[in-house]
């Protein structure tokens, strides 16, 4: 199976800071990668996929980009409604496994 | 709008078992493949089961295999999910899902060209399994 792992686990930022999360994949996922995130005892919401796709309704600070095998899932402006945890997740092939998750909190 | 309605939680002995139910509304269901995803207490998420849109597809986490069995009823827009010989470690939150992606069936095979990229997601289901 794909192992996914994300850095770092625990994030501290402030509003406005522009913060990066990290996704290496064990082997080649292409670019099917899907970023989501998840408020405390919210379900999962989707915001990425394709790597780098918006998904509709997605504010423009959030962006993804791909280098081979690592996916970077960036804020460009952190918002108070951003603090939350993210999870990336590949879909290439069954299983889809997740990432273990980035907590994002105020510093 | 997309709504998914998981049912059938609850507090489980190891070893038992229990049904959970899904029911979907706002979509044309019998086109999106389904699944469940899990989330026990303080963790992260963990895939377990898809069906595809015409259920003849079935795909399991190894975690699961062989105690779960997940199936869909395209006339009643639900999908379910039963479990049986629970172990403490399924204590989790399973999540309904619904592929962002639809099938199609061109010939009387079905396809799935995007399974596993999630677009909606129920509130979920909790199942405790403990004595």
């Known amino acids: 199976d794909i192992q996914m792992t994300q850095s770092p686990s625990t994030l501290s930022a402030s509003v406005g800071d522009r913060v990066s999360i990290t996704c290496r994949a064990s082997?080649?996922?292409?670019?099917?990668l899907a970023w989501y995130q998840q408020k405390p005892g919210k379900a999962p919401r989707l915001l990425i996929y394709?790597?780098?796709t918006l998904e509709d309704g997605v504010p423009s600070r959030f962006s993804g980009r791909r280098s081979g095998t690592e996916f970077t899932l960036t804020i460009s402006s952190l918002q108070p409604d951003d603090f939350a945890t993210y999870y990336c997740q590949h879909y290439n092939n069954y299983p889809g496994t997740f990432g273990q998750g980035t907590k994002v909190d105020i510093k | 709008e997309v709504q998914l309605l998981e049912s059938g939680g609850g507090l489980v002995q190891p070893g038992g078992s229990l049904r959970l139910s899904c029911a979907a509304s706002g979509f044309a269901f019998r086109s999106f493949a389904m699944s469940w995803v899990r989330q026990a207490p303080g963790k992260g998420l963990e895939w377990v089961s898809t069906?595809?849109?015409?259920?003849?597809?079935?795909y399991y986490a190894d975690s699961v295999k062989g105690r779960f069995t997940i199936s869909r009823d395209n006339s009643k827009n639900t999908v379910y999910l039963q479990v049986i010989r629970l172990r403490a470690e399924d204590t989790a939150l399973y999540y309904c899902v619904k592929d962002r992606t639809p099938g199609y069936c061109p010939d009387g095979l079905c396809y799935e060209p995007q399974p596993l990229l999630f677009d909606s997601w129920g509130q979920g289901a909790l199942v405790i399994v403990s004595s």
């Open positions: 082997q080649s996922v292409n670019s099917w």
């Open positions: 069906v595809g849109i015409s259920g003849g597809k079935t």
């Open positions: 394709d790597a780098s």
